[in-house]
């Protein structure tokens, strides 16, 4: 006990945490009557909300976002099944993909052409892949969360000096009062945030799982020590700034498994550039003041580092998924259209996400591999003689594919 307290001691001091010459009792609530402190022990509420969170999430997708999509006529209903062939499904569960090294001996094993096992193949990767109208919900509440959570953000925020200018997150710290609308914007945001950690490992499966998980995890500690310091008025900001682009993301996605495909885009355009006014443009004004402007007001101290830090490492992720928008606004630019899932696309579905920035209709990277091979073919086969039987014409396209 003596150990973990040592720890504890070490870990929490006043040298790293804090500005020279305060203390923890400085900032404890109670020690001064004209300033409401932060509540360390406020950061256990987002757990027992987050319950709540994802308790309301199931109401409305199930009582109503459902609805609604079974209305617009989004599919529901899972692919065929494929059957129940033992060594095929011990093989599927070593790995999902199909080495073609293994068709030969698990021909031989189960008495099936390789043709057959690459058919079962493909039904069994689909049946593992959630339906249209389950994508839809997931990504309509968090449509609804994010819209809430920008709306109430900017309500609160409003008549605060810090929302219209950025330095006076540094003014009067580390004795900065904390309003009850303040307090609740903190606390419902990082329940959400819990609530998304916990869920994403039942969630629709997306290859940017690790990516999202360490969002995720960096935002709640930041929120948290944030919290701790007294620092959350900057924490408010960076909250709002990022809640904003978020909901047009959503609402494309959405909006694309709706087929409204003029919609989506024209959301996804908005997106591209809210994405980029507040994630390149407002939230490195944010790291420019906490980097430059706060120490010329506030002495610093070590914590000052571990925050821009933390900072810093998720406007890295942002340049990476700003990299990964473009590369589809181009593309889609290219093909006259957004085609597919977005930035936290299924893991089946693409080769390259973003939360990752992807849209691409059912195009799994094997099938725009054939997509690109078959538009190949196509060029080759119009360069041929008019007089090309229409055998051989067959024959290059069983080829193909």
Sequence with gaps: MDIINKI????????IWLPPNTTWADIAPGSRPDVVHANYKDLIWPIPLAAVVMLVRYTLERFWISPVGKSLGIRSSRPKKAANVPILENAYAKSTRL??????????????????????????????????????????????????????GVIVLWDKPWFWDVKSCWYGYPHQSISNDIWWYYMISMSFYWSLTGTQFFDVKRKDFWQMFIHHMVTLLLMSLSWVCNLHRVGSLVLVVHDCADIFLEAAKLTKYANYQKLCDAIFAIFTVVWIVTRLGFFPRLIYSSSVEAPQILP?????????????????LHVIWTYMILKIVVDSLQKGLMSGDIRSSDSEDLTDSSENVRMANGGSSSSRSKNKSSATAGGVSQRKSHNASNHTADTEEKTTK
């Design 99 to 152: 080495d073609n090294k293994w068709l030969g001996p698990l021909s031989k094993q189960t008495d099936m052409s390789e043709r057959q096992i690459e058919r079962w193949w493909r039904l069994r990767r689909a049946q593992d892949k959630p339906s249209t109208l389950v994508k839809f919900c997931e990504n309509t509440w968090r449509c609804i969360y994010y819209l809430y959570s920008f709306i109430f």
């Design 300 to 316: 610093m101290f070590p914590a000052y580092y571990i925050f821009n830090t933390l900072l810093l490492m998720l406007l890295v």
């Design 8 to 15: 504890s001691s070490a870990f929490w001091s006043t040298d």
